[in-house]
């Protein structure tokens, strides 16, 4: 299985600049897409083969990346980002997830 | 608006059987790859598998292929995840899920609010 590591979690200001990282055990090319996950409700589309932006999310998100690595941005940060964010793979299956990265604010 | 409402959850025995439902609305049911999806309550994402728009081929992740079943009707814009032999580590909210094809890759584009399980005796 594809393996995604991110890290657990980034303590950010608001209006701040902020990257998300996800490293792939294998290349999974452009195959990789990014979730958000608010406290109690279900995850979201953000970013999808790496760096298309879902229609209806902001623009200050974005996402870049191929082979192995790849990151989430969001410039600047604003309240409403406070949330989880997991990297997915659809390179190969089974789909796999990172063990995603709680933004917290400093 | 896309819509998937999961239900059937709730608390189950050890080694017991349950069905889990997702009805949807808003898109046309029978054009769209499903997924299921479950969350631990540790937070860790796991797929667990997908269903063909016909229902004619399915996916499984390895480790759960052989007690988690999925199934839908197109028909009643329907799909479901009949588990059996639950184990504790079952415990999780399920995620019923939209896959649509996006330039590289299958994406998860639309999800239901979960159904939350609990394996306990």
Request: charged share 15%.
């Amino acid at each position: 299985d594809t393996v995604l590591t991110q890290s657990p979690a980034l303590a950010v200001s608001l209006g701040q600049r902020v990257t998300i990282s996800c490293r792939a055990s294998i290349s999974v090319s452009t195959y990789m897409h990014w979730y958000q996950q608010k406290s109690g409700q279900q995850p979201k589309l953000l970013i999808y083969s790496a760096s298309n932006l879902e229609s209806g999310v902001p623009s200050r998100f974005s996402g870049s990346g191929s082979g192995t690595d790849f990151t989430l941005t969001i410039d600047p940060v604003e309240a409403d980002d406070i949330a989880n964010y997991y990297c997915q793979q659809s390179n190969e299956l089974p789909r796999t997830f990172g063990g995603g990265t709680k933004l917290e604010l400093k | 608006e896309v819509q998937l409402v999961e239900s059937g959850g709730g608390l189950v025995q050890p080694g017991a059987s349950l069905k889990l439902s997702c009805v949807a609305s808003g898109f046309t049911f029978s054009d769209y790859w499903m997924s299921w999806v479950r969350q631990t309550p540790g937070k860790t994402m796991e797929w667990i598998g997908d269903i063909k728009y016909d229902g004619s081929y399915t996916n499984y992740a390895p480790s759960l292929k052989n007690r988690f079943t999925i199934s839908r009707d197109n028909a009643k814009s329907t799909l479901y995840l009949q588990m059996s032999n639950v184990r504790s580590e079952d415990t999780a909210t399920y995620y019923c899920i939209r896959c649509i094809l996006r330039i590289t890759g299958w994406v998860m584009d639309a999800w239901g609010q979960g159904a939350s399980v609990t394996v306990s005796s």
